[in-house]
């Protein structure tokens, strides 16, 4: 235990010595690994799918907040599913614009997550972003997560249809909008998500906020159950098939994601907390403080002492 506080101390003071160039190297990542999956599994304009493209643009984002990374990866996707029905891009582009006006103009911090959800649906640990997000956020928070749910399901629907939605042409516009409607509002696996998630997200901030020993503890341990409640209720009452293997390998994977988490933001020692109670003219006031567990990097010195020779005298 000690060696790794020791490691979480040395990483804190090695970001905050070289922060200025890390944040690029992350926001890089973020962005190529969100371009280069969107190509992987929607990319239906060719132009795209060129491997200097992803590139290109995740170091143009690089140097970009995210709320504009957010803003070029929506623009990529549309881009794509431009390519194979404009029904759907117009559900897309409808969908993200009343998204920004209604929730990204008031508080446009949590907009990496519209790119974040689907990503992590796509490495098959969608589980863990109600984990972090409702350790990190607040209840807010749901808008984004929530979005971002129904972003990759509906990619999700138009990889699995392409066929259809390219050579359907027996049909108006209006009727293939109406369907591609239909069908996405249909989706129970969609919704019982949607449901699973905004459910967790919103256990994990209430009782991460209670006065409570090891509640970010018992935050991620609630949260996960309610996820399985809610996705194994939905398997028997609304016929969903979840692949029971994927589903827990994702939440164990998920749980470690959120202990790693836990233990580099909220480690603290509850065998020394103290109770203070004081007044003014009028209040009461009880407070419960809990000091973090922090530890002294070892500070190493390294003297090198050269030998030398003895030399005999000349005689």
């Known amino acids: 235990m000690m060696g790794l506080l020791v490691l979480r101390e040395r990483l804190k003071e090695f970001y905050a010595r070289y922060g200025i160039y890390i944040t690029p190297v992350i926001k890089f990542i973020f962005s190529f690994l969100a371009f280069s999956l969107m190509n992987k599994n929607i990319g239906f304009m060719t132009k795209l799918t060129e491997p200097l493209i992803p590139l290109v643009l995740a170091l143009v984002c690089s140097f970009l ?132 998630f905004v459910l967790a997200l919103l256990i994990v901030v209430i009782i991460k906020g209670l006065s409570m020993d090891y509640s970010w503890v018992v935050a991620i341990i609630a949260g996960t159950i309610a996820q399985l409640s809610v996705i194994f209720i939905g398997d028997i009452t609304a016929d969903v098939s979840v692949s029971v293997l994927g589903l827990f390998g994702g939440v164990l994977v998920s749980l470690i994601l959120a202990g790693i988490y836990t233990f580099f933001v909220f480690t603290v020692d509850y065998t020394r907390t103290e109770y203070v109670q004081f007044e003014d003219d009028d209040y009461y006031y009880y407070v419960k403080a809990v000091p973090k567990l922090t530890v002294s990097t070892p500070d190493v010195k390294v003297q090198k002492i050269n030998a030398r020779k003895l030399q005999r005298p000349q005689r």
């Not at 993200?96 to 974040?116: A, E």
């Not at 249809?161 to 050579?167: C, D, E, F, W, Y």
Request: net charge neutral.
């Open 65 to 196: 907040p995210y709320g504009a990374i957010s803003f070029v990866a929506a623009c990529f996707m549309l881009a794509h599913l431009s390519g194979i029905s404009l029904e759907v891009t117009l559900v897309m582009a409808v969908f993200i614009l009343v998204v920004g006006l209604l929730y990204y103009g008031f508080q446009p911090g949590d907009s990496y997550l519209l790119v974040l959800t689907p990503v992590f649906f796509l490495l098959k640990i969608p589980y863990a972003i109600p984990l972090i997000v409702g350790l990190s956020g607040g209840i807010v928070s749901v808008i984004p997560v929530g979005c971002g749910v129904f972003i990759y399901f509906t990619l999700l629907y138009v990889k699995q249809n392409a066929g259809v939605l390219t050579n359907d042409l027996s049909t108006d516009e209006m009727q293939k909008f109406m369907q591609l409607m239909k069908s996405l509002l249909a989706n129970k696996l969609m919704l019982i998500m949607v449901l699973a």
